[in-house]
């Protein structure tokens, strides 16, 4: 059992930036790919960014490359997602995931994956 826990989140204006977090319990945070995905009013959960288990590669949707960055440190148990440039399209409640393997978070079918965090409200205004 794994249990996610994110933090960061904010009203920030347009252009400005925030760090988010994902703080996951037990010892097995190594085993798992992790992913951040977001979800505004009305629309569907989508995928945002992926990180491998050991941190050595990372997927991004089209719509945040070169804006967002995604890390962990497996000695804190900890994935990061610093969002900079931020427009109010990035507007969306932030979820912290985790699955077996990259593939599956880049996949980013709900089915895929492991664990789920309660989420982090991420608001840009214009």
């Known amino acids: 059992q794994v249990q996610l826990v994110e933090s960061g989140g904010g009203l920030v204006q347009d252009g400005g930036s925030l760090r988010l977090s994902c703080a996951a319990s037990?010892?097995?945070?190594?085993?798992?790919?992790m992913g951040w995905f977001r979800q505004a009013p009305g629309k569907e959960r989508e995928f945002v960014a992926a990180?491998?288990?050991?941190?050595?590669?990372?997927g991004y949707a089209d719509s945040v490359k070169g804006r967002f960055t995604i890390r962990r440190d497996n000695t804190k148990n900890t994935v990061y997602l610093q969002v900079n440039s931020l427009k109010p399209e990035d507007t969306a409640v932030y979820y912290c995931?985790?699955?077996?393997?990259?593939?599956?978070?880049?996949?980013?079918?709900?089915?895929?994956?492991?664990?789920w965090g309660q989420g982090t409200q991420v608001t840009v205004s214009s």
């Open positions: 990180i491998s288990r050991s941190g050595g590669s990372t």
């Open positions: 037990g010892r097995t945070f190594s085993s798992y790919a």
């Open positions: 995931a985790a699955a077996p393997s990259l593939g599956s978070v880049l996949g980013g079918a709900p089915s895929t994956i492991d664990y």
